[in-house]
């Protein structure tokens, strides 16, 4: 893992000219150009809000600002892994050049997705202020959130970009899983909607469900995460940034060949 993150930082300028072209070229042509930064997380909060607020009501109070403060690290995680499988598969005329990195690939895609979800967050804060719902001094949390999902999106997306490589139906895989994942993770609906008997297995079985409770209780409900879960979350980012490293630098002779 010291020598992946050593090169991301010494190639550092590559993965901040991937990024760029990235954001540049996502909107590109379209009316609102990067405005839709913005519109795609709020149009898509608004679907929900819609149908869980008047055909399926939900007797939450503030639900849209509960429903959007965990949805905003869903669509940065999701997002991330869908386009981060297959990130080398994709990126033959990279990948075939002399010395490039091919850890940066997967990096960037996290960087993209997560400068993103950055720029969302301001939207959040203003639901919130409308809401009702003043945020608290607990917000200053966020950042050690954003890097335990950080590293646990990295993590998968060493692990799955090179087995998909080998493997090209796994991108179609992840990408079904991810939709049972959404369903499964507490962002629809509150935690304690979970029988008692599953909700400890929901939580430390689904880092995520981890990771957006927490959110949820910073910016939602004006309190700090839960400590158990998050800290077996981020542990379990490490070891499994450590161990993707690991897999993924055992590879990287070989993925130029395969792709």
């Known amino acids: 893992m010291i020598r992946n993150l050593r090169e991301l930082y010494q190639y550092r300028a590559l993965l901040w000219s991937l990024t760029?072209?990235?954001?540049?070229?996502?909107?590109?042509?379209?009316?609102?150009?990067?405005?839709w930064t913005f519109l795609n997380p709020a149009l898509l909060m608004a679907v929900?809000?819609?149908?869980?607020?008047?055909?399926?009501?939900?007797?939450?109070?503030?639900?849209?600002?509960?429903?959007?403060?965990?949805?905003l690290p869903w669509v940065w995680f999701s997002s991330s892994i869908a386009g981060g499988a297959s990130t080398l598969s994709d990126r033959r005329d990279?990948?075939?050049?002399?010395?490039?990195?091919?850890?940066?690939?997967?990096?960037?895609?996290?960087?993209?997705?997560?400068?993103?979800?950055?720029?969302?967050?301001?939207?959040?804060?203003v639901l919130?202020?409308?809401s009702g719902v003043v945020p608290t001094w607990h917000v200053v949390v966020v950042p050690v959130l954003v890097a335990i999902q950080t590293a646990f999106t990295l993590a998968l997306i060493y692990f799955?970009?090179?087995?998909?490589?080998?493997?090209?139906?796994?991108?179609?895989?992840?990408?079904?899983?991810?939709?049972?994942?959404?369903?499964?993770?507490?962002?629809?609906?509150?935690?304690d909607v979970i029988p008692e008997q599953y909700r400890t297995m929901a939580v430390y079985?689904?880092?995520?469900?981890?990771?957006?409770?927490?959110?949820q209780r910073v910016v939602y409900e004006h309190?700090?995460?839960?400590?158990?879960?998050?800290a077996f979350c981020a542990a379990l980012s490490v070891v499994l940034?450590?161990?993707?490293?690991?897999?993924?630098?055992?590879?990287?002779?070989?993925?130029?060949?395969?792709?």
């Open 160 to 191: 799955i970009s090179a087995l998909n490589v080998t493997f090209r139906d796994l991108q179609h895989i992840v990408s079904n899983l991810l939709t049972l994942a959404f369903f499964l993770t507490p962002i629809l609906y509150p935690l």
């Open 241 to 259: 940034l450590l161990a993707a490293s690991a897999y993924f630098s055992s590879r990287r002779e070989e993925l130029a060949e395969l792709v």
């Open 94 to 125: 990279l990948l075939t050049k002399v010395r490039f990195p091919p850890q940066v690939l997967p990096a960037h895609v996290v960087l993209t997705n997560g400068i993103n979800f950055l720029l969302s967050l301001p939207l959040m804060f």
């Open 48 to 71: 929900y809000a819609v149908v869980f607020s008047v055909y399926m009501r939900q007797r939450l109070e503030h639900y849209t600002l509960f429903m959007f403060v965990g949805l």
């Open 205 to 215: 079985a689904n880092p995520m469900a981890a990771i957006a409770t927490s959110y």
């Open 20 to 35: 760029s072209r990235e954001l540049g070229a996502r909107y590109r042509g379209s009316v609102l150009g990067f405005l």
């Open 223 to 230: 309190r700090l995460p839960d400590p158990g879960p998050l």
């Open 128 to 130: 919130s202020l409308a």
